[in-house]
């Protein structure tokens, strides 16, 4: 790689900064209370179910899936607003806990937190150096800011097997990711939204299925795949809701044009889900099985 793609790879600061530090108190209009900027997991047969429980089902089940609440130290790739670090705080063993984010403010408003044993860098995957071995790794909504528009396929697919080989080298042998990503479905590359490409989402590019698969072969197993598209379609609905009802206050924070610009994101991507334009992806991914060096005995 040269120093001029080494610049923007595995992410753009530059894009993350321009969509994530809009304004914190403009997300706290319309996200769930804990801030939670990704997918929601609902119970898609109760109509009663609201945003926070399904966001909080969400959390669960990556918690779960990689296994946080029982580690001794976990990695958190694209921490958001510390949703999912503020649970593993309160409910599990870590005696380690270290979120990455390329935001500012989510940086800032993490660390005020105060949580223990935890430590949150402005800092991209691909400048990580951990001290020690992870025991689980959760990634949720940042994968899919990883590759650029004009990465050929096989450049997008470098990026991931990059991503994917730095995480199984920092997790323990018995480790366990979750990683969740937005992922073009029935939608081509070439028919992806100019206005989502340069007004929300600038410099990223979606991954495919079948990138992803080919990125971590040989290197993770994949444990679970499950396509959630219907859960992030009412999840943008459900943002789109709340936006709408606290729209003066969100004109005062944050401009008219903002405020038309995410009306338009929030409707745009809940029918892109809703048809399969666009889909979910949430998988469980184990490291394969690796020869690890036997110890000396004195």
């Known amino acids: 790689m040269t120093a001029e793609v080494l610049a923007e790879y595995g992410g753009s600061a530059r894009a993350v900064q321009y969509h994530y530090d809009v304004g914190r108190e403009f997300y706290q209009l319309w996200l769930d209370a804990g801030l939670t900027y990704s997918c929601a997991l609902w119970d898609l047969d109760d109509p009663r179910d609201t945003l926070e429980r399904a966001q909080q089902r969400k959390i669960d089940f990556h918690l ?86 004009e990465d050929t396929v096989a450049q997008k697919i470098e990026v991931y097997r990059d991503f994917f080989s730095r995480c199984a080298g920092w997790l323990s042998p018995q480790g366990r990711m979750s990683l969740q990503s937005i992922a073009y479905g029935t939608m081509r590359r070439e028919e992806a939204s100019a206005f989502i490409n340069n007004e929300i989402f600038p410099s990223a590019d979606l991954p495919t299925l079948g990138e992803i698969v080919q990125a971590a072969e040989g290197i993770f197993e994949i444990v679970l795949v499950r396509n959630d598209r219907l859960h992030y379609a009412k999840t943008f609905s459900a943002w789109a809701e709340n936006l709408r009802r606290r729209r003066l206050e969100a004109v005062r924070l944050a401009r008219e044009d903002v405020t038309k610009r995410y009306e338009r994101y929030l409707t745009q991507s809940s029918v892109g889900f809703l048809m399969g334009k666009i889909g979910l992806l949430r998988l469980v991914l184990r490291p394969v099985e690796r020869k690890w060096p036997v110890l000396a005995t004195p």
């Open 64 to 149: 779960e899936a990689s296994r946080a609440l029982t580690a001794g130290a976990v990695l958190d790739v694209g921490c958001g607003w510390g949703a999912l670090l503020s649970e593993i705080s309160r409910r599990g063993r870590a005696r380690r806990l270290v979120g990455l984010t390329l935001s500012e403010d989510q940086a800032s408003y993490v660390r005020g937190l105060q949580l223990p044993c935890s430590e949150v860098r402005l800092e991209s995957w691909t400048h990580h150096q951990p001290a020690e071995a992870y025991d689980s790794i959760v990634s949720v909504g940042a994968f899919e800011h990883f590759a650029r528009p």
